[in-house]
């Protein structure tokens, strides 16, 4: 005599599924507070100062109240035409682009060699890049100095871009070769098997794969020559070739400092940036993305 076996009940729909005991909660089992509310404090923690910077800079001169307004852009124009931040600002857009081009182009060289040639010191070489990055600045401003002394060089902006190249070329030399070892030695080969020869095959196969990294490169280069102090105080003794950052140091004296005039421009030195970095955020994650996997 055959026995059917009745089918199992089903499990009610509304039966919260049971989590395995000694098991972490799923992120969708966290409680949003959980993650809003330290989010939240490092935001605020994170705009005060701006904030702050702000009011000094648009609040009239004297005023204690800690809203701006009546709202002024006095300072910005006694920094702008009175404090010569405009020729300041020309002079760190100068500066900047300039080490951007010259850093991407030399570290994309070197990066390259780096990562398609082998020769015997190569790891002794890539050491010694990474041990430049132990190096303060400020211990390369007497050496610096007397070479461009000797090459009569000083108070001139090509001292200051020349310097800053020379400072941020390990680093983006060893990042750009890291990127162009994730791009695979097959599509190089590919293009010379076409008739193309190295060069030829960089420029059209792997330069364009490049770009994410090479952006992000470029774009740090651009931020440290814009924010750099140390070269420019040394290097550069005309008012008419200072940058931005010596041009805010001329803003504090012993005696007094002007706090409205000190933060129109700081605001004047940080807008630039912030435009910059929120038109490449793009490529800037997905160059360190590409940039964090091994190739």
């Given at each position: 005599m055959i026995t059917e076996i009745a089918p199992a009940p089903e499990r009610v729909a509304s039966e919260p599924a049971r989590r395995p005991r000694g098991k972490r909660p799923a992120w969708d089992e966290v409680p949003r507070w959980h993650i809003y509310l330290p989010l939240s404090v490092y935001l605020l923690f994170t705009l005060i100062p701006f904030y702050w910077i702000l009011l000094f800079a648009l609040r009239p001169a004297g005023s204690t109240s800690l809203v701006p307004w009546p709202m002024t852009f006095d300072h910005f124009g006694k920094v702008w035409n009175e404090r010569a931040f405009g020729t300041y600002f020309q002079n760190s857009v100068l500066v900047g682009v300039a080490t951007l081009v010259m850093t991407t182009l030399v570290a994309l060289a070197g990066g390259y060699a780096l990562a398609r040639f082998d020769f015997r010191i190569k790891k002794a070489f890539m050491l010694a890049l990474l041990c430049t990055q132990?190096?303060?600045?400020?211990?390369?401003?007497?050496?610096?100095?007397?070479?461009?002394?000797?090459?009569?060089?000083?108070?001139?902006?090509?001292?200051?871009?020349?310097?800053?190249?020379?400072?941020?070329?390990?680093?983006?030399?060893?990042?750009?070769?890291?990127?162009?070892?994730?791009?695979?030695?097959?599509?190089e080969e590919a293009?010379?098997?076409?008739?193309?020869n190295r060069f030829t095959a960089f420029r059209i196969v792997v330069l364009p794969l490049l770009r994410p990294g090479l952006i992000a490169v470029g774009s740090f280069a651009f931020v440290h020559a814009w924010n750099h102090f140390l070269f420019a105080l040394m290097f550069l003794s005309d008012q008419g070739k200072q940058t931005i950052p010596v041009g805010l140091n001329t803003l504090m004296s012993a005696d007094s400092v002007d706090l409205g005039a000190l933060a129109a421009g700081g605001i004047i030195a940080a807008v630039p940036v912030v435009i910059v970095f929120a038109f490449i955020q793009k490529w800037l994650i997905t160059g360190f993305s590409a940039g964090a996997v091994k190739g």
């Open positions: 132990f190096v303060p600045g400020a211990l390369l401003l007497v050496p610096l100095f007397e070479i461009f002394a000797n090459l009569r060089m000083i108070n001139s902006l090509a001292s200051v871009v020349i310097a800053e190249t020379v400072f941020q070329l390990p680093l983006s030399m060893i990042l750009i070769s890291g990127f162009i070892r994730n791009v695979p030695f097959s599509l293009a010379w098997v076409d008739g193309c």
